[in-house]
């Protein structure tokens, strides 16, 4: 199980976390090493544009959002480079990024899921 699975077990179970991914592929969105701060997503307010931590055909990523199937509740995740991962369900989207070196992601606050049993997000 590598990093990326950890953190999304724990977005899954309703924490927010702060990890530093790796890679170039969401450059100049997210540099390698950079910290970026994640929270449990709701997978129906996501947007184009939006990151996300979710797995697509088994593997867990932090990429875009490019395009939303809002019938059949599923979402294309692709990486800043043209390359589309493919689509996913709204049950294996786990968090939206909030912050990237603590600089807001924007919109992004008003995407997180509502803990149960409170009105929404903080």
């Known amino acids: 199980m590598g990093m990326l699975d950890v953190q999304a077990d724990r977005v899954r179970a309703g924490a927010t976390v702060e990890f530093r991914p790796t890679g170039t592929s969401m450059v100049p969105l997210v540099r390698s090493r950079q910290r970026v701060r994640v929270a449990p997503a709701d997978p129906a307010l996501l947007q184009p544009g939006d990151i996300v931590l979710a ?13 939303v199937d809002t019938p059949r509740c599923r979402v294309q995740i692709s990486n ?27 919109g992004a606050a008003a995407k997180v899921r509502a803990a149960p049993g409170t009105a929404g997000p903080a």
């Open 55 to 67: 797995r697509v055909s088994g593997t867990v990523y932090l990429h875009l959002v490019t395009a």
């Open 80 to 106: 800043n480079r043209g390359r589309v991962n493919g689509w996913t369900g709204h049950d294996r989207v786990f968090g939206i990024c909030l912050a990237v070196d603590d600089v807001p992601r924007p």
